[in-house]
Structures are given as C-alpha cells and as structure tokens.
T-cell receptor, first 114, second 115 residues
Framework: AQKITQTQPGMFVQEKEAVTLDCTYD???????LFWYKQPSSGEMIFLIY??????QNATEGRYSLNFQKARKSANLVISASQLGDSAMYFCAMREGLDDKIIFGKGTRLHILP | EPEVTQTPSHQVTQMGQEVILRCVPISNHLYFYWYRQILGQKVEFLVS????????KSEIFDDQFSVERPDGSNFTLKIRSTKLEDSAMYFC?????????????FGSGTQLSVL
C-alpha cells in the first residue's frame, strides 16, 4: 500500500488565488512527521512546512499552511495568494516513528497562471 | 543558511562503468542520506548513514551500491557497474540528529546519465 498518496498529478490555478494540494498518508505508528517540499524546475528540493502527529495546531509558515486532519489521515498544503514563482512540483512526505528515512509521495505539479 | 553541496551536477557514464557521486553534508549534521529521482517520478529513498555505518537502506540499494564517509566532510555514493536504469537525479541530504520532526536539507542533486 502507498504510504503517501497525492491524487492530483497536476493543477492549474490563477495567480493570487489560494490553492490546496491534497495528501493522504497511511501509518499505524502513533508518532510520525509530515513534510511538504517544493521542487522548482531547477531541480532542488526546498523544505516548506512540517506537521507532527502530536501537534495540536495546524502548522503555518508564511503563505503556507497545513490542513492536518488526523482522523482522516490527511495533510493538505494550502498556499494562500499564489504567485507565479509557486509554479513547481510539490511533494508530501512522511517520517514514521524511529525511522531515519522520509518517504515521498508522487508529487503534484502546480502551474500558476498569470 | 548552510547548504549541502553535491558534485558533479551532471555525470555521463557508459553502462558497466563505476561512478562515484560526492556530497558534502552540513558540517554539524550527523545523519546522511541518498535519494534518487527517475525523470518525472517520485523521490525514492536509497540509504541512510549514521555513525559511520548504514542505518537503513531500501530494496533499491543492492550490492551494486555502496556509501562511504572517507573523511570528516565528504559522503559518497558509489555505483559499481552502472545500468541504464540507474539514470536518475541523485540527491544527497543531511539532518542534524535524525529526529522525527527534523527536516532534511537536500543538495541540488547530481544528474546521472548512463549510456
């Protein structure tokens, strides 16, 4: 079974609109962390935001927020007031318990339209 | 912000040749990783390294792969006999203490092309 599922392979959004990128995860470990990374066309992986399984509040980092719904095992990324520079691939990822590794989803390619 | 540095940015090699991909993790970090991304696909975990030994590896990381920390700063990935399907972007990453809530810092990647 997929550990991280991103159901939107691609999205087109008008500049300045808010956008939600979906992510669901699968784990039986009560302790886990969820991450979002951005990969622009240049290829580097840029950390955006983190949510811990025990965090009571949704994480926010500037224009990024994470809509964490633990019972539904979803961790959607919300980007407010989208900008042209937000066009990139976005990966949801998870680290479980004491694992070293972070597992990535297949990604969503976001296109911001002027 | 400190950076993970990878060299070279591009590597072209013939099938069957050995390649070594190099990385300089962030200096006070203790956990090191290699990931790969085949064109258009997801980022896949290969191996993690801590305290001079492999702490975790994936099914992809078979006998053709090895990692080494030859000195106090470099972290290398060696592919002994490259195959066409090894063509991918290889990312090195590091983290300070490997905690659950700790992000990985990624390098800019080495694009490996096997001909």
């Amino acid at each position: 079974a997929q550990k991280i599922t991103q159901t939107q392979p691609g999205m087109f959004v008008q500049e300045k609109e808010a956008v939600t990128l979906d992510c669901t995860y699968d784990t039986s470990d009560p302790s886990y962390g969820l991450f979002w990374y951005k990969q622009p066309s240049s290829g580097e992986m840029i950390f955006l935001i983190y949510q811990g399984s025990y965090d009571q509040q949704n994480a926010t980092e500037g224009r990024y927020s994470l809509n964490f719904q633990k019972a539904r095992k979803s961790a959607n990324l919300v980007i407010s007031a989208s900008q042209l520079g937000d066009s990139a691939m976005y990966f949801c990822a998870m680290r479980e318990g004491l694992d070293d590794k972070i597992i990535f989803g297949k990604g969503t390619r976001l296109h911001i339209l002027p | 912000e400190p950076e993970v540095t990878q060299t070279p940015s591009h590597q072209v090699t013939q099938m069957g040749q050995e390649v070594i991909l190099r990385c300089v993790p962030i200096s006070n970090h203790l956990y090191f990783y290699w990931y790969r991304q085949i064109l258009g696909q997801k980022v896949e975990f290969l191996v993690s390294f801590y305290n001079n030994e492999i702490s975790e590896k994936s099914e992809i990381f078979d006998d053709q792969f090895s990692v080494e920390r030859p000195d106090g700063s470099n972290f290398t990935l060696k592919i002994r006999s490259t195959k066409l399907e090894d063509s991918a972007m290889y990312f090195c990453a590091s983290s300070e203490i490997g905690a659950t809530n700790e992000k990985l810092f990624f390098g800019s990647g080495t694009q490996l092309s096997v001909l």
